[in-house]
């Protein structure tokens, strides 16, 4: 048996000197790290191990080393980002209908301050969502999501009470939370960003979605998103979830892919872009599908002529019908969020974004 609690222990043995040049020692007797049995230093005197046998002892416990301080970078990195993306999206003002820094939008129940409450509720979590995709190695990626899922209830709980019971960020915690899984599970396997493998992960994740989930006729009492697909046929999250984030890719991201640094009039502009092209269901559930198609046209006309008035007159609308586009706002972020995984660990070359 191989003593596993003894706390020192020699890997290499380096001499140390203080300033002065004279040799010091921590005067603790280090176990060698191969037996575990004797001092390390009897068995380098002694050479008691066989250096092959030493090599091949240590290269992989080396290289394990290094994956993991790797793995606790990208942790860090990605969480950061996101927080940041949603951070982002929320600060941007003015917006249309939603929440921003000078105004509630079309909500009398939340504001600015709700949803820095609410963010920073739920970002303690999202370092959990990278480790879930990276230790994740089963080929079925549908068995993913109840994983992914029991995280995002955990952060409901959270939100909800951070913001006296008011849904702020419900849907961000489900995108959001399957991109971080999807990023953790991509760099598990490659150290670059690539856009098709991390979609075809969101895709794997939440095959079937929208039929699973949203076509069950015998329920009596429907979520919002069953509601709005028995009337409408729209999925909403769950189809742009399960389509692999195809409004963030196609509207939303070629918007920022030349973008240098991230700015308010690019994000309107990328925000614009999703808002015209996403039958949003929160639009939907406060209204009906003609008014969603004017806000559309108009956001439409706004992206095609970006002036003060244009996106003024989106604004106007908003407040007029009393509608807010939340499921775009939460696109805006999660495209915020992948341009900015992009720039860290991918490439924004004609291969990954066609404008
Ligand atoms: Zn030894």
């Known amino acids: 048996m191989r003593r596993e609690s003894v706390s020192h222990r ?23 790290f191969f037996c575990l049995e004797r001092p390390a230093i009897e068995c380098r005197r002694e050479n008691a191990h066989e250096p092959d046998e030493l090599r091949s002892f240590m290269f992989p416990k080396m290289a394990d080393y290094c994956r993991q301080q790797q793995e606790a970078a990208i942790v860090k990195r990605l969480s950061s980002l996101a927080q940041q993306a949603i951070l982002f999206e929320i600060s941007l003002s003015p917006k249309p209908g939603l929440v921003d820094k000078f105004s509630n939008g079309s909500h009398s129940d939340m504001n600015y301050q709700t949803f820095i409450n609410s963010t920073a509720a739920i970002s303690p ?46 849907g961000i915690i489900f995108l959001m939370g399957l ?23 969101i895709r794997g994740v939440c095959k079937d979605l929208v039929k699973n989930e949203l076509t069950n006729e015998s329920k009596s009492v429907k979520s919002h998103g069953e509601d709005i697909f028995h009337q409408y046929g729209l999925g909403g999250a769950r189809a742009e979830a399960e389509s692999g984030l195809a409004t963030v890719f196609d509207f939303g991201l070629p918007l920022l892919a030349g973008v240098a640094e991230l700015n308010d009039e690019d994000a309107m502009k990328c925000f614009l872009s999703v808002t ?26 706004a992206l095609a002529d970006f002036n003060d008035q244009s996106y003024s007159a989106v604004i106007d609308f908003c407040q007029s019908e009393k509608i807010s586009p939340g499921g775009s706002a939460d696109l805006l972020a999660v495209t915020i969020f992948v341009r900015s995984v992009i720039k860290t660990y991918g490439k924004f070359g004609s291969e990954d974004i066609k404008p």
């Open 179 to 201: 991109s971080l899984f999807a990023c953790g599970k991509l760099f598990s396997q490659t150290d670059q960003f690539a856009i098709e493998d991390f979609r075809n992960i």
């Open 125 to 170: 979590w999202f370092a959990e969502l990278v480790q879930q995709g990276y230790s994740y190695y089963d080929s079925d990626l549908t068995k993913a999501l109840p994983l992914i899922r029991n995280i995002g209830l955990r952060m409901e709980s959270a939100m909800y009470e951070a913001t006296q019971n008011i849904n702020t960020q419900k």
């Open 10 to 32: 020699g890997f290499i043995d380096a001499d140390l000197n203080d300033e002065e040049g004279v040799s010091f020692s921590s005067g603790k007797s280090k176990l060698c």
């Open 276 to 301: 015209a092209n996403n039958n949003d269901t929160n639009i939907l559930y406060r209204s009906n599908p003609g008014v969603l198609e004017n806000f559309k046209e108009l956001c439409k006309k």
